[in-house]
């Protein structure tokens, strides 16, 4: 690959990590800014997590901090990381009970989280410490 090749590619992933990063800070935003934290909270103790409230406002907070550490190139990787799990348990508790697809065919399915958690795995290799890949 010659280095325009190389440079168009980091650019491609540079809208990926941007993009991501904003519509997962618009989640944690409007869940804050609409008083969705406590209701989350509720229905995280609902399911049986310890601390549900507790744990809202820690997945809220992620989603409004994470972000920005991915946009400033600041621990990428473990801010995806961060989000792949939490993305994660959101797919399995909430997502994959509804089937595949978000609408049309379905109802609140898992291909939006797939979607996102394949663009964070992409972003988190790109920023993975070059010294742990070469061994």
């Known amino acids: 690959m010659n280095d325009s090749n190389g440079v168009r590619a980091d650019l491609a992933l540079d809208v ?3 993009g991501v990063a904003a519509l997962i800070f618009v989640h944690g935003a409007a869940r804050l800014g609409y008083g969705g934290v406590e209701p989350f909270g509720g229905w995280l103790d609902a399911q049986g997590f310890p601390f549900g409230r507790a744990q809202a406002w820690a997945v809220t907070m992620y989603e409004l901090v994470a972000p920005m550490l991915i946009v400033a190139r600041r621990f990428v990787t473990l801010a995806c990381l961060g989000h792949i799990f939490i993305l994660s348990i959101g797919l399995v508790l909430v997502h994959a009970p509804n089937g ?10 898992v291909e939006y989280s797939v979607l996102l958690i394949l663009c964070l795995i992409a972003v988190a290799w790109r920023h993975w410490p070059a010294s742990l890949l070469r061994g």
Do not use: M
């Open 16 to 18: 990926i990590r941007i």
């Open 100 to 109: 595949w697809f978000v609408v049309g065919l379905g109802r609140n399915g």
